[in-house]
């Protein structure tokens, strides 16, 4: 069984930074992404900024420049560095991975987070 667990989010005022971390344990092969998506109150989730194991990283259009995504393959996990943080940003943010278990014979699997809140007050 593979769990993500994530920490570092909390309340900052606008223009503040936070850095989110996420870290996967259990019988991992391999993980091909990882990286978080967001949801706010009455919206749907959306991706904040994925990595390839390769380091290609993907951002999401509102937090190009501000947010920044980094990983370590070798310990299966991930970190966010969120600064000039905008009331806009404020959401659930789930640590998302692509991963592969155990001998990695099988198919990719998402695996996802239990989430962390992020409110940037005004």
């Known amino acids: 069984q593979v769990q993500l667990v994530e920490s570092g989010g909390g309340l900052v005022q606008a223009g503040g930074s936070l850095t989110l971390s996420c870290a996967a344990s259990?019988?991992?092969?391999?993980?091909?992404?990882m990286g978080w998506y967001r949801q706010a109150p009455g919206k749907q989730r959306e991706l904040v900024a994925v990595?390839?194991?390769?380091?290609?990283?993907n951002y999401a259009d509102s937090v190009k420049g501000r947010f920044t995504i980094s990983r370590d393959n070798a310990k299966n996990s991930a970190w966010l560095q969120m600064n000039s943080l905008k009331p806009e940003d404020t959401a659930d943010y789930s640590c998302?991975?692509?991963?592969?278990?155990?001998?990695?014979?099988?198919?990719?699997?998402?695996?996802w987070g239990q989430g962390t809140l992020v409110t940037v007050s005004t």
């Open positions: 259990g019988s991992i092969f391999s993980i091909n992404r």
């Open positions: 998302y991975a692509l991963l592969k278990t155990g001998a990695g014979t099988g198919r990719y699997l998402e695996v």
């Open positions: 990595l390839t194991s390769g380091g290609i990283p």
